[in-house]
C-alpha cells in the first residue's frame, strides 16, 4: 500500500488506485495520516470536513467516510475506533510525508557535516517525493490547518539542497531555478541569499546586488523590516569581490549526471516532477535523471505554474467490475478523441458516472497533460459553486493558494489561459443545469471535457456530444449481478436472477446494491433476494447498503422539483397506471391538457417519466418506471419544502 499527500491525496493498493470519492474522504484519509497513529477525534474529524458549522448529518456521514475507507483500504491498514474518535495505524504501507522527513533529515545531517554529495542525492530524492501542492484535493479547513507547515518542510529541504548543489560548483545551473523560487518567495532571506551568491559565481556582480535591492524593498514594504546581517554581510563581501569560492567543487564530470534535477527540481515550487515514490527512504537510489525546463518569455498565467509541471490526475478509479455500455463507450471515446466533447444524461442510477469513468481510462493515453475531475454535487445534494471547482482545478494546475484569484471571472480567465495549450480531459460529474457548467468548460485549445447530469437540457451545451443512457439489456444486468454477487448463487438460480434483474429496473445502480446484499448474506439465496425485492412495500428499502442508496439520488432530483410538481408527481404515481396520456393527467389533476403536458414534460426533464410517440390521436405517451413510481407515491415521497 502507497499512501500519499504531498500532492493530490491519493493511495494505492498492489499499483492500482484506491477509489476516494471526493474531498471529504480524502480529508478523512489524510486527516488520519497527519495523526500519526494518536487518536482523532470525532470533533476535530468534523470540523475538519466541515468546519464549525457541519451538517445535520454530519455524525453519520462521518461513519460513511471512516467505513468505506476501511474497506477500500483493505485488511494491510487498521482503522479502528478508539473512544470518540478513530485511529489508524498503517502498519507496513508506504506514507511519502514520513520518507521524506526522513530523506530530508539525513540530507540535513549530511549538509552540517559537509558530505555535500550525500547531502544533495538524500534531498533531491526527497523533494522528488512532491508531485503538486500538498493536500491537493482537501477541503479547505484542512489545507488551512496542516499545508503551510508542510510547504515550509519543503522550502527548507529546498534552500538545504541549493546550499549543498553551490558547495559542488553548480551555481550556474541554479541561477534560472532560484530566481524563479526567489519571485514565488520575496521575503525568504536564505533563497534570496543563495541566488546572489550563484549570479556573483557566475561573473554577474551587477545583477547578484540587483537581488539584493529589490529584497530590500520587498521587506520593506511587506513587513517594515531591512535585510538580516548574513544578507547584509552576502551583499558587502559581493561588494568587494571577497565572497569564498564554491567549498567542494565537483572534479569529475560523472559525478554530476543528474544535476539538471537540480534546476528543474527547484524551479517548480507549486508542482513537481512526477517520478514514482520510493517504497522507503533509501539513500543509496540514485535520482532519475530529467531534463531542464526550457526557459521562455512568461506570461502571466505562466509566471504562476510551470509548463512542465507534472500531470494532474484527480480523476477516482473507474470500477473493475463495470459491464455493458460497449456501443456507448466507443461513441464517448470517438468524440472525446476528435474535436468534441461529450455529456451522458440518464435516469438516477443509469451508470452514468461509472460510464464517465471507464470511458476517461480508456483514453488516458490520449490525454497525456493529465486528467481533471470535480463532483459537481454537493454531500447535502445541492449543486456545487463553480468558483470552488475552479479553485480545485487551479490548484491541481500548480497555482498556489496565495495566487489564485479570488473572483469568479478571474478564475475562469487564468484557467481557461493555462488550458489553452494543454490537453487534458475534464471530468464533470453529477451537473445540475449548463449554467453550473458553462464556467468550468476549458475554452479554445485541445482540452476536451465529459459531462454527467440528469437533466435533458445539458443539450444546450455547444460543440458536444450528447450519450443518452437507459436500463442495461437483460444479458448485461445478469453480468453485473454475477460480477458483484459471484456467479455461483446466480447461475443456480437463473430464474431468480432475472427476477431481481427486474425488480431492479435492470438499473446499474439498483442492481450494484442487489447484489452486494447478496454478496454480504452468504447464507440468502437468490431466490430469496428475489422474493423481498418482490415486494414493493420493501423493495426501496431493499436497496440500500451502506453509502449507496437508491433513494437518495431519486431525491437529489425530486427536490430540484417545483413543490406543485411534487405534489402532482405524487398523485400520478398513486394511481398506479402503467400508461398516461396529457389527456389522463389532465382528468386526475383537474387542469387543462396543455398545462398537465407541460407538467409531464418537466417530468421527463427530471427522468421521473419515460415518454414515446404514438400514430394514435394522443400523440404522446408517458410511464413512470417502476422504481421511481414507488419512489413518489406518497408513503415514499419526500415531503414539500
Not at 476516494?20 to 487518536?39: P, Y
Not at 410538481?565 to 383537474?590: E, F, K, M, P, S
Not at 407541460?598 to 415518454?611: F, N, P
Amino acid at each position: 500500500m502507497d499512501l500519499r499527500i504531498l500532492g493530490a491525496v491519493a493511495a494505492e493498493l498492489d499499483g492500482r488506485p484506491v477509489p476516494l470519492d471526493g474531498s471529504k474522504q480524502r480529508t478523512a484519509l489524510a486527516a488520519l495520516l497527519l495523526a500519526e497513529g494518536t487518536v482523532l477525534s470525532d470533533e476535530r474529524l468534523t470540523v475538519l470536513l466541515w468546519g464549525w458549522q457541519p451538517p445535520a448529518t454530519s455524525t453519520r456521514q462521518l461513519y460513511t467516510y471512516v467505513s468505506r475507507l476501511r474497506t477500500r483500504l483493505g485488511p494491510g491498514l487498521r482503522l479502528e475506533r478508539h473512544g470518540t474518535g478513530y485511529r489508524m495505524d498503517i502498519g507496513d504501507a508506504s506514507f511519502d510525508r514520513t520518507a521524506f522527513r526522513t530523506l530530508a533529515a539525513m540530507g540535513r545531517a549530511d549538509l552540517l557535516a559537509r558530505r555535500y554529495q550525500d547531502a544533495e542525492r538524500r534531498l533531491d530524492q526527497a523533494l522528488g517525493l512532491w508531485h503538486g501542492p500538498a493536500l491537493t484535493g482537501v477541503t479547505e479547513q484542512l489545507r488551512e490547518s496542516e499545508a503551510s507547515q508542510l510547504e515550509e518542510a519543503r522550502l527548507a529541504a529546498l534552500e538545504d539542497h541549493a546550499e549543498a548543489a553551490l558547495a559542488l560548483g553548480r551555481h550556474t545551473e541554479l541561477i534560472p531555478a532560484l530566481t524563479h523560487q526567489v519571485a514565488l518567495q520575496p521575503i525568504r532571506e536564505r533563497l534570496r541569499g543563495q541566488l546572489m551568491t550563484a549570479l556573483f559565481r557566475s561573473g554577474r556582480q551587477a545583477d547578484a546586488l540587483a537581488v539584493y535591492d529589490r529584497g530590500s524593498e520587498a521587506l520593506a514594504d511587506e513587513l517594515g523590516i531591512d535585510p538580516g546581517p548574513v544578507l547584509r554581510t552576502l551583499r558587502q563581501e559581493i561588494l568587494t569581490g571577497a565572497l569564498a569560492p564554491p567549498e567542494a567543487p565537483e572534479r569529475d564530470t560523472a559525478t554530476v549526471s543528474h544535476t539538471p534535477a537540480v534546476a528543474a527540481r527547484a524551479a517548480q515550487p507549486e508542482a513537481f516532477p512526477a517520478s514514482p515514490a520510493p517504497a522507503s527512504p533509501v539513500p543509496a537510489v540514485s535520482p532519475p535523471t530529467l531534463t531542464p525546463p526550457t526557459l521562455t518569455p512568461a506570461t502571466e498565467a505562466t509566471d504562476l505554474t510551470d509548463r512542465h509541471s507534472p500531470v494532474p490526475a484527480t480523476l477516482p478509479a473507474a470500477p473493475a467490475d463495470f459491464v455493458g455500455r460497449a456501443a456507448e463507450t466507443r461513441e464517448l471515446l470517438t468524440a472525446l478523441r476528435g474535436r468534441r466533447g461529450a455529456v451522458i444524461t440518464g435516469a438516477t442510477g443509469t451508470g452514468k458516472s461509472t460510464l464517465a469513468l471507464r470511458a476517461a481510462e480508456q483514453c488516458r493515453e490520449d490525454f497525456p497533460q493529465g486528467r481533471l475531475y470535480a463532483d459537481l454535487r454537493t454531500a447535502d445534494g445541492g449543486p456545487r459553486a463553480p468558483r470552488e471547482v475552479l479553485g480545485w482545478f487551479l490548484s491541481a494546475l500548480g497555482v498556489p493558494p496565495e495566487r489564485t484569484p479570488g473572483g469568479l471571472d478571474e478564475r475562469i480567465q487564468l484557467y481557461r489561459t493555462l488550458l489553452s495549450t494543454r490537453r487534458l480531459l475534464v471530468v464533470l460529474d453529477h451537473a445540475f443545469d449548463d449554467a453550473q457548467v458553462r464556467p468550468l468548460l476549458p475554452g479554445e485549445g485541445p482540452s476536451r471535457t465529459l459531462i454527467t447530469g440528469v437533466r435533458s437540457h445539458l443539450a444546450s451545451l455547444e460543440g458536444l456530444h450528447m450519450v443518452r443512457l437507459g436500463a442495461l439489456e437483460p444479458a448485461e444486468a445478469g453480468q453485473l449481478l454475477a460480477a458483484v454477487a459471484g456467479p455461483e448463487r446466480l447461475t443456480a438460480s437463473p430464474e431468480a436472477a432475472a427476477r431481481i434483474a427486474e425488480s431492479c429496473d435492470r438499473l446499474p445502480l439498483a442492481l450494484r446494491i442487489a447484489a452486494a446484499r447478496l454478496a454480504a448474506h452468504p447464507h440468502w439465496t437468490a431466490g430469496m433476494l428475489a422474493d423481498r425485492l418482490a415486494r414493493p412495500g420493501r423493495r426501496l428499502a431493499e436497496l440500500r447498503l451502506g453509502s449507496l442508496d437508491l433513494r437518495s439520488g431519486l431525491r437529489n432530483v425530486a427536490d430540484q422539483l417545483d413543490p406543485a410538481d411534487r405534489t402532482a408527481a405524487g398523485i400520478l404515481a398513486a394511481t398506479g397506471l402503467t400508461r398516461l396520456t396529457a389527456g389522463d393527467a389532465a382528468a386526475l389533476l383537474g387542469t387543462a391538457a396543455d398545462e398537465a403536458e407541460e407538467l409531464l414534460e418537466r417530468l421527463v426533464d427530471a427522468r421521473l417519466l419515460d415518454a414515446w410517440s404514438t400514430d394514435g390521436a394522443n400523440g404522446l405517451c408517458y410511464r413512470f418506471p417502476p422504481l421511481v413510481q414507488l419512489f413518489l407515491q406518497p408513503q415514499h415521497a419526500p415531503a414539500p419544502c
